[in-house]
């Protein structure tokens, strides 16, 4: 009896610690938020259906529900800024503008409910959140907490500004206290790193992990492909810092997907998708749901990227090659011996004709692939390693392979097929 129990305890001690321990996220989270699209409008006057107010949550849970969304995995409605009123009430608490907010915080989360969603919430550790509304201070976190626990919220973004470096240090371990002690599962989502530079030794990756289900790690994202490239470049670049950081339970967050409004081409709303995929980022939209386009909607809605991106081994992807030509290649290491491939296109001329092979990408010798273009659809046989191919990639654009092996060695089509793919093969990774 003593041997077990002590054996369970040095097993306990032997785990690392490696994520939060609420059993959540185990896939990056996937849904919508207000902010990129709707901001800090309050003007619910001037501007009734796209000021911040239930009504914009309540058509949106809508939308999600009724338009696809959910089946695929878009579960979570995520209030952001400027729900709240300007104080708190006369016991400290949080109350939601009880003009834009009449019905309360509680009869939403129970409304997003009834329709098989998740409600998210935005708070601020600091003095006021950054649009100027109630912060939480280091001692209305508990509260805080409390609160949305009763509301029946199932996510909090807890944004860093307005506090200092040690406020953070604390608040942010402390709210993951407080919000396991609710008991109420909550998905956590940290700003912090993104407060201090986005990388060690400021930020903790461990730490991080331990404590929060994902975190911003960088700049916000603006309505622009400039914005949308400028997040790749610091992704990307400091990849051998953020790619190791990330797991089921712990995920970067590049932030939110901008696909269906204003600033991005058909060709850069695919890239992005493509690209947050490879970082394996949560994937919460913000664009009208309501209006927004057939083509948008596509590319959002595109089953094998939302597998690709779900995948359960939860590992982020690399960039694996630069060439002079501005094209790129990334991947990202999928379960059952997957792997995706993008090729990318900075160029602002035409089409481009890429060559290469899966041997130049470092892909194991005598191997055998079956690809499937995920936008495409398109599968491409039977590709050997050391075959060269070329994909045709356009300006801001992106060619995605989805690439499951087939039996060594090169079988017959119909035997092949019925076989299992091989497992335990990770391409090397740069
Ligand atoms: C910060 C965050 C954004 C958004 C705004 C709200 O800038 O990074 O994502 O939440 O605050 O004011």
């Not at 990408?361 to 495409?376: C, R």
Request: aromatic share 10%; charged share 20%; glycine share 8%.
């Amino acid at each position: 009896m003593e041997a077990m129990v002590l054996s369970g305890l040095a097993l306990a001690m032997a785990l690392p610690s490696m994520a939060l321990e609420n059993g959540l996220a185990r896939t990056p989270p996937m849904g919508w938020m207000s902010w990129e699209r709707f901001r800090c409008n309050v003007d619910c006057q001037a501007d009734p259906l796209n000021c911040i107010s239930e009504q914009l949550f309540f058509e949106m849970a809508d939308r999600l529900a009724e338009d696809g969304w959910r089946e695929l995995g878009y579960e979570y409605i995520n209030i952001d800024d400027c729900w709240s009123a300007k104080q708190r009430d006369a016991a400290g608490q949080l109350v939601p503008d009880p003009k834009r907010f009449p019905s309360g915080i509680k009869a939403l989360a129970d409304y997003v409910h009834a329709r098989g969603l998740k409600l998210g919430i935005y708070g601020d550790l600091g003095i006021f959140t950054c649009g100027g509304y109630p912060g939480t201070m280091l001692e209305n976190v508990k509260q805080d907490a409390q609160t949305f626990a009763a509301w029946g919220v199932d996510m909090l973004k807890l944004d860093g500004c307005y506090s200092s470096a040690e406020e953070q240090a604390k608040g942010y371990p402390e709210m993951a206290r407080a919000l396991n002690a609710t008991g109420r599962p909550i998905v956590y989502s940290c700003s912090w790193p993104a407060y201090q530079g986005g990388l060690p030794p400021k930020v903790n990756y461990t730490i991080l992990a331990e404590i929060c289900n994902l975190w911003r790690n960088y700049d916000d994202i603006q309505d622009s492909w400039d914005s949308v490239l400028s997040i790749v470049d610091w992704f990307f670049t400091n990849q051998d810092v953020l790619q190791p950081a990330a797991g089921p339970g712990h995920w970067n967050d590049p932030d939110m997907l901008i696909i269906g409004n204003f600033g991005l081409s058909y060709e850069q709303s695919r890239s992005q998708m493509a690209l947050w995929t490879v970082m394996a980022a949560p994937l919460l939209m913000s664009t009208d749901l309501r209006t927004i386009s057939p083509s948008a909607k596509e590319i959002l809605q595109n089953r094998l990227m939302i597998q690709i991106n779900q995948d359960p081994l939860g590992i982020q992807g690399r960039r694996i090659v630069k060439e002079k030509s501005r094209i790129e290649v990334f991947l990202r290491p999928l379960s059952r011996a997957a792997s995706t491939l993008v090729f990318f296109s900075r160029r602002t001329d035409m089409p481009f004709r890429y060559t290469t092979s899966l041997a130049k990408l470092h892909f194991p010798e005598d191997a055998v692939y079956e690809v499937q273009d995920v936008y495409v659809g398109k599968i491409i046989g039977a590709l050997r390693t050391a075959d060269n191919f070329s994909v045709v990639i356009n300006p801001s654009g992106v060619v995605m392979w989805y690439l499951r092996p087939m039996e060594l060695p090169l079988q017959p089509w119909h035997v092949a097929r019925q076989q299992a793919p091989g497992e335990g093969f990770h391409p090397a990774l740069l």
